[in-house]
Structures are given as C-alpha cells and as structure tokens.
C-alpha cells in the first residue's frame, strides 16, 4: 500500500464487462498468474516475466505490477510501471524546457509491460489500463516528483495502440523491435 492518501484513491479501479467485474490493483502473492494467455510466441517474455519476476520486483521496489483480477484471483491483464528517463531530440523538447546548459535527459516513468489475456484483447481493457496509468502519473506523481513523460518501448504491433492515446515515436536514427515512444504530460489534460 501507498502511503499517500491521494495516490491511493487511483491504486484500485473496477473494470466491468458484460459479465464479469474485475480489479486493477497490486500485485499480490495467490494471484493466478499461469492461465494468462497472451496468444502470440512474440509475447512470452510477457508471461515469464508476470511468472517469475512480477511479484518479487514489485516488493522489492523495482517496479510495480498492477493486474486487472477476477473475484477468483485469476490475472487477466496487468501493468508494470518503474521510473526511467528520456532523451529527446532537439524538435522534440517543448520549448519551455530548452536550456542547452541545462539537462540532457528528462524524468519519466516507463511502462515497462502491458498486457491483456489474448481472449479479452480488442474490446479497451488495454485502453482502460493505459488511461488509468496516464491519470495516476499526471494526477498523483508528476505534482510530486516532477515527472513529466511517460515513455514505453512498444512492440511493432503495438505502436499505433500508443499513438491512439497521444505517444509519439521518439525520433531515432535505426528503428529497431521495440522503438521508444513518449507521452509529454502536460499536453493531456486534467480529468474532472
């Protein structure tokens, strides 16, 4: 648990579907995590990952694993956030934060895994999620960090989902499998 009382209004949402209600919350030990099915080998590294390593990172403060669970405990989809940095590009850094004395790199948090059961994807669970960690980000952390990008190594098949939310591909010369995408914070704005 979070000990601020404002960022743990956000930590739970509740995700309904025609027949079923779900939770995005913490990851926690007794979880169900061996029957999410991701539905492409490209995303195994997915599910080894939610297997082995989840639950240990996010108690040891590495990174933080938000899965969306069934009343039975069975993982659906989940989140995994953790800090990090960008580097933009000249025509990327908004105009107000260029300094060339200044900084090179800029406070971010990364969303370091994204991931919903191959049976659910298609129908926003993964939009939901995505929505539900811009507003924890801009709301609750970047008001007390200073923290104003959210960024992701998206997969090839996953880049127009980003670009649907407002990220942008970070100008670079060679593309390669997982090219970084940025989300500038202050372009969103506050929900009501």
């Given at each position: 648990?979070?000990?601020?009382?404002?960022?743990?209004?956000?930590?739970?949402?509740?995700i309904m579907a025609s027949s079923k209600s779900f939770?995005?919350?913490?990851?926690?030990?007794?979880?169900?995590?061996?029957?999410?099915?991701?539905?492409?080998?490209?995303?195994?590294?997915?599910?080894?990952?939610?297997?082995?390593?989840?639950?240990?990172?996010?108690?040891?403060?590495?990174?933080?694993?938000?899965?969306?669970?069934?009343?039975?405990?069975?993982?659906?989809?989940?989140?995994?956030?953790?800090?990090?940095?960008?580097?933009?590009?000249?025509?990327?850094?908004?105009?107000?934060?260029?300094?060339?004395?200044?900084?090179?790199?800029?406070?971010?948090?990364?969303?370091?895994?994204?991931?919903?059961?191959?049976?659910?994807?298609?129908?926003?669970?993964?939009?939901?999620?995505?929505?539900?960690?811009?507003?924890?980000v801009r709301d609750k952390i970047s008001p007390f960090?200073?923290?104003?990008?959210?960024?992701?190594?998206?997969?090839?098949?996953?880049?127009?989902?980003?670009?649907?939310?407002?990220?942008?591909?970070?100008?670079?010369?060679?593309?390669?499998?997982?090219?970084?995408?940025?989300?500038?914070?202050?372009?969103?704005?506050?929900?009501?």
């Amino acid at each position: 648990m979070l000990p601020f009382p404002l960022v743990q209004n956000l930590i739970s949402k509740n995700i309904m579907a025609s027949s079923k209600s779900f939770q995005l919350r913490p990851i926690q030990e007794g979880d169900i995590l061996n029957r999410l099915s991701l539905g492409k080998e490209s995303y195994t590294p997915l599910k080894i990952f939610l297997r082995k390593a989840a639950l240990n990172f996010h108690q040891n403060n590495v990174a933080k694993t938000y899965v969306m669970a069934d009343e039975t405990a069975r993982v659906w989809g989940y989140v995994t956030l953790m800090n990090s940095e960008i580097i933009l590009n000249e025509n990327q850094k908004p105009e107000e934060l260029y300094d060339p004395t200044r900084y090179e790199a800029f406070p971010a948090v990364k969303i370091a895994r994204l991931a919903i059961d191959k049976s659910m994807q298609g129908q926003g669970y993964g939009k939901d999620m995505l929505e539900w960690v811009i507003t924890l980000v801009r709301d609750k952390i970047s008001p007390f960090v200073g923290c104003r990008f959210l960024v992701v190594d998206a997969k090839q098949d996953s880049i127009s989902f980003y670009q649907k939310s407002g990220f942008n591909l970070l100008d670079i010369e060679a593309m390669d499998d997982h090219p970084p995408m940025f989300l500038d914070l202050d372009m969103i704005a506050p929900e009501n």
